[in-house]
């Protein structure tokens, strides 16, 4: 991540000031994204240096919801980024011909390719483990193809002197970005709401918990995620028999084993006696 990081900041400050120099929109819409990286990963850096501390009187499951605040924060910035984009070449298309110099912005961008290429590299490792890392890396991705699009937008304004091309491609490459925001913000915010995790289904282990030998009924069923990595479950199941230990313990393990499949760490239930009913909003 701090690899990545320095590598991002210094080349976003180059083609902020290439971008300008040459009057290149793609350029200019680029290094935006490149300043959403860059925010994404000191961001994603100090929410996972936090997330680290340990739980204490005042947040008993410690800090790591850090982590998904900076990724619900990144993904609205990248928004932003891209509607910014879209309005700037708008606003090229109603203005006059800006004047545009292909060759260096084409150097520029293919330094920008080289740069892309090694964060994805750097990133690919965690992604998949946090979704904090996952929006970095998804930016990373969008500059990476942002690059290529400026080096087609240099190109054809050198063969054919097209500036057109130049504000198409930085609007595709905001409208490239929109959707794939929307779902890293979506993914945030579900987590923040405490719903149900992605990869879990709550239907098919409702039923495999009310199929547990010794379960008559289960209620206040909830699933939810402290963090991209950490699924809680907690349940309240309600037994055929009377409380003896042996068969409430029975009960408990195998609820255990039944979570670890659905990919679920943290579990707490509460085995009850006959007849007992739902006491909150559970599913």
């Known amino acids: 991540m701090v690899a990545a990081l320095a590598l991002t900041a210094a080349y976003m400050a180059a083609e902020f000031v290439s971008g300008l120099a040459f ?10 994204h490149m300043l959403a990286d860059v ?10 240096r936090l997330a680290r501390r340990p739980p204490d009187a005042r947040r008993t499951y410690g800090y790591h919801r850090f ?20 309005f700037e070449a708008y ?33 690919r490792g965690g992604k998949d483990r946090s979704l904090n890392v996952k929006g970095a890396y998804l930016e990373v991705w ?13 190109g054809v304004i050198r063969l054919t002197a097209w500036w057109p091309i130049d504000p198409i491609l930085g609007a595709l490459i905001g409208l490239w970005v929109v959707p ?14 405490e719903g149900v995790p992605e990869g879990v289904e709550l239907a098919p282990l409702r039923d495999e918990l009310a199929r ?3 379960v008559a009924s289960l209620h206040d069923l909830h699933v939810w995620a402290v963090t991209s990595e950490k699924n809680l479950l907690t349940v309240h199941l309600v037994g055929k028999d009377g409380p003896e230990p042996d068969a409430a313990q029975r009960i ?16 707490t239930v509460q085995v009850e006696p006959p007849g007992a009913g739902a006491h909150g909003p559970g599913w």
């Open 23 to 32: 009057g290149s929109l793609a350029l200019l819409s680029d290094a935006a």
């Open 39 to 48: 925010s994404a990963l000191a961001i994603a850096l100090v929410a996972m």
């Open 67 to 86: 982590e998904i605040l900076a990724a619900a924060f990144n993904a609205a910035v990248l928004l932003a980024v891209a509607f910014w984009i879209l």
């Open 91 to 123: 606003r090229r298309f109603t203005g006059p011909p800006p004047d545009i110099r292909s060759i260096p912005m084409l150097a520029v961008a293919a330094i920008g390719l080289l740069v892309n290429l090694a964060g994805i590299v750097l990133l």
């Open 142 to 154: 969008s500059d990476l193809l942002a690059s290529v699009a400026v080096m087609v937008a240099a």
């Open 180 to 193: 794939r925001t929307w779902v890293l913000l979506s993914q945030s915010v579900n987590l923040l709401l």
């Open 212 to 214: 547990i030998p010794g």
């Open 252 to 267: 408990v393990v195998a609820a255990q084993e039944i979570a670890r499949r659905h990919k679920i760490g943290h579990v």
